[in-house]
């Protein structure tokens, strides 16, 4: 009941909290501050003279206020962003400014905002902030620096303000804005904010503008190495190209008679009208090397940033330089089992990252459906690379299952350095270990494996 009552508030503390920041520069903060404490010493004003400084900073606030209300002005404002970023990375995108004023305006400030989404109260308690370990027992009680942490989360990434010293009448300006973004998936842009502080210098007046975008940011990428699985090339109903093409798309030999059985489609039809009888076409089946990567979603209690890790080390995998004629199905189970292929005449490597820049951990077991992938897919996959979250029972028997397949396999488990379980299970599958605290480092020793 004392954290509803608690949670119930911070909506109205963060709220208020960035009012302030927002409309109040350094010096009026300052000032802001100072005011109710020379109010609570200044009751007494026969022995302080502390009342004369909160008289004085009163009246300084409620004038610099009431001069902000007098900022007017039309301004449009466009935006120019790049196709896509990626976590971490900071980024330039453009915003046309427009001054639709008769008269220039001077010393405006640019305000870009994110969505900003308050979570719920069970997301805020189910969340497991890494830095609360840092806090003292209060803030991990209260829980307000978690809070603000979620909503940076959230809002995806954080926004440079951008001084316009100038713009004429009339007239328009283009302006680079850094943005720092901080999380994967979709960051919606919802409002821009131009911002004038009045003469004092205390309080800013701001014009809001209504500016719906969104930018997708993709996971952040590691260097890694063409691994060596010893895979030999599996046979590939529809060929290369077979996702680029209507039915199958064999590589073409020669022609020959008809026999009965062979498909309509087959026919060479101009042969078929010079000899008068059916002809048709022969193909030769294709055989490739072709990678099954099988991404682990089943987080249960383990830090979001591991699975942000094994989404990074997929991603980083499939936009690694592969063979010329080689493929890679992307597997994981979501709320419905997923399956995308890369490669020659198939989709591209932006696609692949866009959906692994969406993809969300699961906290129910579907360990025996991603099971179920693996054998549907195992005749045509030459090898198999699996990411995985733990080592638990369900795990230990997909990996049984894989190895009865005789396929070869690369299992790479992602976990703290602080974390020495199922040592003895990790030595006996030869699962290789990719460390949060090391991630670059253990992947480049998988060039040695």
């Known amino acids: 009941m004392l954290r509803r009552l608690i949670f119930a508030n911070f909506k109205l503390v963060y709220r208020l909290s960035q009012w302030m920041r927002q409309r109040f520069t350094s010096t009026g903060t300052l000032?802001?501050?100072?005011?109710?404490?020379?109010?609570v010493f200044g009751f007494d004003t026969r022995n302080t003279l502390s009342f004369q400084i909160f008289s004085i900073t009163s009246v300084l606030l409620l004038t610099a206020i009431f001069f902000s209300l007098f900022f007017r002005g039309r301004f449009s404002i466009v935006r120019k962003l790049p196709d896509y970023g990626s976590v971490g990375i900071p980024l330039n995108y453009y915003c046309v400014i427009r001054n639709e004023n008769k008269t220039a305006k001077r010393g405006l400030v640019l305000i870009d905002e994110l969505k900003s989404q308050f979570p719920s109260l069970d997301i805020f308690s189910k969340t497991k902030d890494p830095l609360d370990k840092k806090r003292n027992r209060i803030d991990r009680f209260i829980g307000y620096p978690r809070l603000v942490n979620i909503m940076q989360k959230l809002r995806g990434g954080s926004i440079k303000p951008v001084a316009v010293d100038y713009i004429s009448e009339k007239s328009e300006l283009e302006t680079t804005i850094e943005l720092t973004p901080l999380r994967r998936g979709y960051l919606y842009f919802d409002k821009t904010r131009l911002a004038q502080a009045e003469?004092?210098?205390l309080f800013q007046a701001q014009k809001t503008l209504n500016n719906k975008d969104r930018l997708l940011i993709l996971p952040r990428l590691y260097k890694t190495p063409r691994l060596n699985l010893q895979s030999k090339r599996t046979y590939q109903h529809g060929g290369v190209s077979n996702a680029s093409t209507v039915g199958d798309s064999q590589e073409f030999i020669s022609l020959r008679d008809y026999h009965p059985g062979d498909p309509i489609r087959s026919i060479h039809w101009r042969s078929f009208a010079k000899l008068n009888k059916p002809i048709v076409k022969e193909y030769q089946d294709e055989y490739f090397t072709?990678?099954?990567?099988?991404?682990?979603?089943?987080?249960?209690?383990?830090?979001?940033?591991?699975?942000?890790?094994?989404?990074?080390?997929a991603a980083s995998f499939m936009t690694a330089q592969k063979e010329q004629d080689a493929l890679l199905d992307l597997m994981f189970v979501g709320s419905t089992p997923y399956h995308f292929t890369s490669g020659r005449g198939l989709a591209g490597a932006e696609n692949i990252l866009e959906v692994l820049a969406c993809v969300e951990p699961v906290f129910e077991s579907n360990i025996s459906q991603v099971e179920s992938m693996i054998q549907q897919y195992s005749r045509e996959c030459s090898a198999f690379i699996c990411i995985l979250l733990n080592l638990d029972e369900s795990r230990l028997r997909l990996i049984k299952a894989l190895s009865k397949l005789n396929i070869p396999a690369k299992f790479l488990l992602l976990q703290d350095l602080t974390d020495t379980e199922n040592t003895e299970a990790i030595e006996e599958n030869d699962i290789y270990l990719i460390h949060h605290d090391n991630l670059q480092q253990d992947l480049d020793a998988l060039w040695k494996t």
């Open 290 to 313: 072709r990678y099954g990567l099988i991404l682990d979603t089943f987080l249960e209690h383990k830090s979001e940033l591991l699975f942000e890790d094994a989404v990074s080390v």
């Open 31 to 39: 000032i802001l501050l100072i005011t109710p404490i020379a109010g």
């Open 199 to 201: 003469p004092l210098g």
